[in-house]
């Protein structure tokens, strides 16, 4: 098949089959963000660029090379966002979010844009879910957030990503550390790339995290920053650490993190796999940017979060094994044969969803092999064929697609006798699924609700 184009390089089409993932995967983050009291927060998919250079700073890799950014019919230079964070941040500020009770906890997913040399688990389009708390200094602040993804890849099954945390200090503490940095970084100036050279001058930590094969192997032994760390910095590690030990919450202490962006301050994480399918790969990462609002020109409001990738959560999830739940299925499926019994088959597929039940029937106009086929491959659990002599005998039977089991239920009161047996056999069905402790742990009236 000659395609007249194909999706830009770089950017992913969820399919039908598996966009269920997505939609179980979105729905969990948001829900335990909401369970720790994060509400959400849409915001715009472009902005004027000074945000991005202002806010993630103009001599990041991000800012420098990777920003999708045009002008648009009015000759405002406008950005596609790379990340979440300084959209929120400047929603906060414009709307006046510093006037509510602080901190002021917000949550997103949103589609973010980046020129990065695709590969797998890197792309231009990509999503993340990230949580921002506005307003609070306190080490306890960081560490609720690790505790939150850390709830997030329990409730998911992940086992297998590390927690690796690091403080890049504060202003005060960052001069010294970028005047040994300056002093480590001039002795390689030779080697060092253009954009590296360049951030000699105006911001060493930034070469750091070059993606230059050569700058990255030089980086490798350069002074780290928790060597330089001032006492209040210091002593909010600490307690930071004393959180996370009170949690039980198992961490690494990484020097080398520096995170890609600048508006972090003091304590910074990432969670990097383990599995061997997936090794090294970030799944997620923030920290404190406790200068962000007041470079934005808001007042000082210390603040601090963190993104995850989707597609790298749904790679790790993959790795492990784990299904996800979700996939829709076809509760049933109304066959018919004759004009009349395809108007009492839509009919009755109307009364049935209004139940919550999923419910189909021939809107192909095939014969009644054929949509039996039909039935078959989408995985209807039931199946039923209503033809002009079950319209006048007033009853028709039901069949369990997966047992064989045939029902014969009457026409009238199909909806409601339909719809109990389906909650039955759904709660059969998780019985099954469950062992006898988590049986004996659920709250069967809500389940039951649940599933009407
Ligand atoms: P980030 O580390 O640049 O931080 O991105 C967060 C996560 O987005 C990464 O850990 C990774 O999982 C995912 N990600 C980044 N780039 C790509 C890509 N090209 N393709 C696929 N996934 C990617 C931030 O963006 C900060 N705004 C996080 C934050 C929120 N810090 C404080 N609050």
Request: aromatic share 10%; charged share 25%.
């Amino acid at each position: 098949m000659a395609l007249f184009t194909k999706a830009v390089k770089g950017t992913q089409d969820v399919l039908p089959a598996n966009s269920y993932k997505n939609r179980f995967l979105e729905n969990t983050l948001l829900d335990i963000a909401s369970n720790f009291g994060f509400k959400e927060i849409r915001t715009p998919v472009f902005e004027h660029t000074e945000l991005f250079a202002r806010g993630v700073g103009d001599t990041t890799d991000v800012v420098q090379k990777e920003m999708y950014t045009f002008l648009d019919k009015g000759g405002r230079s406008i950005t596609l966002r790379p990340e979440g964070t300084a959209g929120a941040a400047r929603a906060f500020l414009e709307h006046g979010l510093f006037n509510e009770p602080l901190p002021q906890k917000v949550c997103y997913i949103t589609s973010c844009y980046r020129y990065e040399k695709p590969q797998s688990g890197r792309y231009r389009e990509f999503h993340q879910f990230g949580v921002e708390v506005f307003g609070t200094p306190s080490p306890a602040a960081d560490a609720e957030l690790i505790s939150l993804a850390n709830e997030i890849f329990a409730f998911l099954g992940i086992d297998d990503l590390t927690l690796e945390i690091n403080s890049i200090g504060c202003p005060k503490c960052r001069a010294e550390y970028h005047k040994a940095l300056k002093a480590y970084f001039e002795s390689y100036k030779e080697e060092l790339c253009g954009t590296c050279l360049d951030r000699l001058e105006r911001n060493p930590m930034r070469i750091l995290d070059c993606k230059s094969p050569i700058c990255s192997k030089i980086a490798a032994e350069a002074p780290v920053v928790l060597d330089y760390l001032c006492d209040e910095c210091k002593e909010h590690f600490e307690k930071v650490k004393s959180y996370l030990d009170a949690l039980n919450i198992e961490y690494k202490i990484n020097p080398k993190i520096v995170r890609g962006l600048d508006y972090y301050t003091k304590t910074v994480f990432e969670f990097v796999s383990s599995n061997e399918k997936t090794a090294g790969l970030v799944c997620g990462g923030g920290g404190r940017y406790d200068g962000l609002i007041e470079e934005l020109g808001g007042q000082h409001t210390p603040s601090l979060g963190f993104a995850m990738g989707l597609e790298r959560l749904l790679s790790v999830i993959e790795a492990q094994g784990i299904e996800l739940p979700g996939e829709q299925k076809c509760d049933i499926y109304i066959a018919s044969i004759g004009d009349k019994a395809s108007l009492k088959a839509a009919g009755i597929c109307t009364d049935l969803r209004a139940e919550g039940v999923g419910a189909q029937f021939d809107i192909a106009g095939r014969s009644v092999k054929a949509q039996m086929k039909y039935a078959d491959k989408i995985g209807a659990k039931f199946t039923c064929v209503i033809g002009d002599d079950d319209i006048e005998k007033g009853e028709v039977a039901i069949k369990n697609m997966e047992n064989g089991e045939k029902t014969v239920l009457a026409l009238d009161t199909f909806t409601d006798d339909f719809s109990s047996m389906w909650v039955q056999s759904a709660a059969n069905a998780l019985a099954d699924s469950l062992s006898n402790e988590d049986f004996a742990s659920l709250d069967i009236n809500n389940l039951m609700g649940g599933l009407k």
